[in-house]
């Protein structure tokens, strides 16, 4: 079966075609990323007109790279939701003329799902079940996956995204938009000990976590830093962009050791804009299961964990890993058509209630 995906809750335009025997055959993205930053952040109405523009062109590409024609396409699967409303309706209305067009069936897809099921795209797959932590610039979730479809929320960030988190501390430093991967970048280059930032909810013992907190804590040593020397230098801000990093990726590989000794799972799956970030990658692929130590007990070893990611390519929106979920969704027969688009759409509507884990 041969699903063409589409991807535009935001400021990406994506189109892949995805093949159930032959695996992703093509995919073409389109960023509008250089549009946006002269404002500093995503117009939605811009947005919506340039993947309009995009969507064409960037199926055709694909198709072309894949040697396929629009009647080989089986199924048009797109992004319902969640995201910004006009930029959905023009993914959705495409997809949905187009698979009119072509008599095919449309295949709606949870965002989130897509971002979810993208490590499953890389040529070394995990095998459910895992637990998964979605990490973007919208949501900071652990998942239980114990197969397409079965998803149980365990926890998530009760005000800021980490990668919100990330976007709106690169601003206040004074990078340009979207700054989470220049924060990044900078934070190569801090001393890990200039600054120490709190770990929210570290110690909560559940796996909400708050971002928020951190980037008023980072404002405030910005204006300390300010008040004192008039100005905040180069090797101050990468100081306190290492700073911010640290705390941020300290609370995620807790809360991942939590969720994986909570669900007894020992596969930790890890997706979304914020998967690209190195360091987080350092840390979760070498995190283990530290025993809880009883009294008297002799000290067992610690469990290990294998963690996966998606290609990096996959890590930020994309075409792909929308046309792999609605692919594993027709298999599953459990989609159904739609041409209306779903702006707010909790994940929470697709998943189990977590007394089921
Ligand atoms: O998944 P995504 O492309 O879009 C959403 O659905 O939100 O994630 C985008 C988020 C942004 O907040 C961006 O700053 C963050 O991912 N991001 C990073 C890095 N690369 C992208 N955050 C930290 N480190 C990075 N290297
Ligand atoms: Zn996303």
Request: overall charge negative; aromatic content about 6%.
């Amino acid at each position: 079966m041969l699903v063409l995906g589409i991807e535009s809750s935001c400021d990406e335009t994506g189109v892949a075609l995805y093949d159930s025997e032959g695996g992703l055959l093509a995919h073409a993205l389109h960023t509008q990323m250089a549009m946006h930053a002269e404002y500093g952040g995503v117009v939605p109405e811009l947005a919506s007109r340039d993947h309009i523009r995009r969507l064409v062109p960037l199926t055709r590409a694909c198709l072309r790279d894949a040697g396929k024609d629009y009647a080989d396409i089986d199924a048009v699967a797109f992004t319902q939701g969640p995201g910004l409303g006009g930029a959905l309706l023009a993914g959705s209305s495409y997809a949905n003329a187009l698979a009119f067009a072509l008599n095919k069936p449309v295949i709606p897809v949870h965002h989130l799902e897509g971002h979810l099921l993208s490590p499953l795209l890389a040529a070394d797959k995990p095998a459910f079940p895992f637990v998964a932590l979605l990490v973007s610039g919208g949501h900071t979730q652990f998942m239980a996956v114990r197969g397409i479809g079965d998803y149980v929320l365990l926890g998530e960030s009760v005000d800021d995204a980490a990668g919100e988190a990330f976007d709106k501390t690169a601003k206040l430093l004074g990078l340009p938009y979207p700054g989470g991967a220049k924060l990044a970048e900078l934070a190569e280059r801090g001393h890990p000990e200039a600054f120490s930032f709190p770990r929210p909810m570290l110690h909560s013992n559940d796996l909400q976590m708050s971002f928020s907190g951190l980037k008023t804590a980072v404002l405030t040593a910005v204006e300390k830093v300010h008040a004192e020397h008039g100005g905040i230098g180069e090797q101050t801000r990468n100081d306190i962009c290492r700073a911010f990093e640290d705390a941020v990726i300290d609370v995620l590989a807790a809360k991942a050791e939590k969720a994986l000794r909570d669900t007894g799972f020992r596969t930790l799956v890890v997706a979304g804009g914020v998967g690209a970030n190195k360091k987080l990658r350092e840390r979760l692929s070498r995190l283990t299961i530290r025993p809880t130590q009883g009294k008297g007990r002799l000290k067992k070893p610690a469990e290990a964990v294998q963690t996966y990611f998606p290609p990096m390519e996959y890590c930020t929106d994309n075409g792909a890993m929308i046309a792999f979920a609605g692919a594993m969704r027709a298999e599953q027969a459990v989609a159904a058509g739609g041409f209306n688009v779903k702006p707010r759409w909790p994940l929470t509507d697709i998943v189990k209630s977590a007394e089921a884990v």
